[in-house]
Each structure stands twice: as structure tokens, then as C-alpha cells.
């Protein structure tokens, strides 16, 4: 695979990760927010509901939780784990369901969200566990999670934490625009390559069928050389003169106007070419 189109693959990867594609990627994150210590006290999920662990992300993307769980005995019972902002009567922004989760586990209890989920770093949320069955405990500690404490019953709160485990990522990188500017046909050569398409495309049908190279074309269509479609080749940014995003992106459209739909768009030129 060229450089490029490694690149655009784990652009595009990425993405997808971000936007969450459910089971195709698992999403893990790392830890963000966590009390790790686990006391000699453990909570039933099903006794004590609603039962939930205040946190205060730090990432601004929330990937999924973990909570130390015990079962003690009877059927298995699904488990959940719901995503609450401020309280634990808050507005759900994530939930994840594990199914018949049998009785004797004993340990961390791992719930991945299906897409990453958008947070406010600095603002409390709230881990609320549920089950089915009053089979399942979770384990705490006393007051070792500064941040926020666990909540249960009749919303009372409880110098006491939960042993949970929030994973969290990095939003990615904003692109900077530092493009050079250039000139359309130079774009449109870009645009081909990252899309693998050649330039030699036969185009209409019957009788008007006719071979054109896209590059060509795009260079005869560019007419005043500092303009395209009336679009100024350049923007100055911050003092400096740089590729005027919406001249990119008429070269876009007209290459899309003689072939297939392309898709590489200024923002994914300048998201690539700000990579190491
Ligand atoms: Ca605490």
C-alpha cells in the first residue's frame, strides 16, 4: 500500500472506532477514572437499587467500565451498567447489558460500549449497576476515590467508593490547516491517488464515450491560474497564506462531476498530512 493510503486506511480505521462500528472493533480505551482497592464490603446490585458510583472523566471520550463484582449464589442474572450524568436519576448516555452473567464470578466485570461516548471532562457522572437476580454484589472501599462517591438507595450518599474502573480515549487531533497552496490539477492528482483512481477515465456512453485523463480535464476547466469555479486558490490564516479549504473542495466536486463519488475532502487531506 502507498504511504498515503496507509495512512487513509488508518484514518479511516480510527474513524470508525470513534463512531463505533458494534462488532467489528472492540473498543478498550485506558483507564481514565478508578478506585482500584477493594475493601472487605460488598453491596447486592438487586438489594441496594438503585446503587451507582459517581466519576469525573478526565478523557473526553468514555469507552467503557469495569466494576468488581461477587455472586454468591442462585441463577445467573443480567447485569448493567447505565452511564448517568450528575445523579443517578440522570439522563442515560450509555448503557451496556451482560447477559446471564452466572452467579460464582468473582472479579472485574468489563462492560465496553458499542461507540465511544462523548463526555464532559470536570463534570460528575454516574456508573448505575442493575441485575436481574439478587445474585450479584459489588465490591467498595471506604472514601479512596476523591472525586465523587457511591450512591445507593433512595439516592443517600455514602462516604464510600465502588471498585470501578472507567477506560476512556483522546479525542484525535484537530487539523491544523499549514497546507502550501496549489494548483487544482495538483489537487485533483492528490485526490486520485489517496482514492486509487486513475486519471484515464472513459466517460459518457454510445456515441459520446470519449477518453479523458481527470487531470487534464480538471487543469483545462481551472481557467484565471488563482481561481476555480471563482474560488481564490489561498486563504491566509493567522498571517500566513495557506490552500483555501473550499478551492480543495470545487476541485472535489468537479472530479465528481465527470466520475464516481470521491471522497477525499479537504479535512481529510489536512487531518493526514498533520501526522508524524
Ligand atoms: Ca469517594
Excluded at 48 to 77: H, R, S
Excluded at 165 to 192: D, F, Q, S, W
Aim: with cysteine; net charge negative.
Amino acid at each position: 500500500m502507498r504511504e498515503k493510503s496507509k495512512k487513509l486506511f488508518a484514518l479511516i480505521l480510527a474513524m470508525f472506532m470513534i463512531l463505533g462500528i458494534p462488532g467489528v472493533y472492540a473498543i478498550s480505551g485506558t483507564v481514565d477514572q478508578a478506585n482500584e482497592s477493594r475493601g472487605d464490603w460488598a453491596y447486592s446490585i438487586y438489594g441496594n437499587k438503585p446503587i451507582g458510583q459517581e466519576f469525573i472523566p478526565q478523557m473526553p471520550l468514555l469507552t467503557g467500565v469495569e466494576v468488581y463484582v461477587m455472586g454468591l449464589w442462585g441463577p445467573a442474572a443480567d447485569i448493567t451498567v447505565n452511564i448517568r450524568e450528575a445523579t443517578i436519576n440522570g439522563t442515560v448516555i450509555a448503557s451496556k447489558t451482560i447477559y446471564a452473567v452466572a452467579s460464582d464470578i468473582y472479579g472485574w466485570l468489563y462492560f465496553g460500549f458499542d461507540s465511544a461516548i462523548p463526555v464532559n471532562t470536570g463534570s460528575v457522572y454516574v456508573i448505575e449497576v442493575q441485575s436481574t437476580n439478587d445474585t450479584h454484589y459489588l465490591y467498595t472501599n471506604e472514601n479512596v476515590y476523591a472525586p465523587g462517591n457511591m450512591l445507593y438507595v433512595v439516592y443517600i450518599e455514602k462516604i464510600t467508593d465502588l471498585c470501578f474502573r472507567t477506560y476512556g480515549m483522546e479525542l484525535p487531533p484537530v487539523p491544523v490547516n499549514n497546507i502550501t497552496p496549489m494548483a487544482a490539477p495538483n489537487i485533483a492528482e492528490i485526490i486520485l491517488a489517496a482514492e486509487g483512481v486513475s486519471p484515464n477515465q472513459s466517460i459518457g456512453k454510445g456515441k459520446d464515450r470519449e477518453q479523458l485523463n481527470l487531470i487534464s480535464e480538471t487543469a483545462r476547466h481551472m481557467g484565471p491560474q488563482t481561481q476555480f469555479d471563482g474560488i481564490e486558490k489561498s486563504v491566509i490564516v493567522d498571517g500566513v497564506e495557506v490552500c483555501n479549504p473550499a478551492y480543495w473542495d470545487a476541485v472535489l466536486a468537479f472530479l465528481n462531476s465527470l466520475g464516481p463519488g470521491f471522497t477525499f475532502d479537504y479535512t481529510l487531506y489536512d487531518y493526514i498530512e498533520d501526522q508524524p
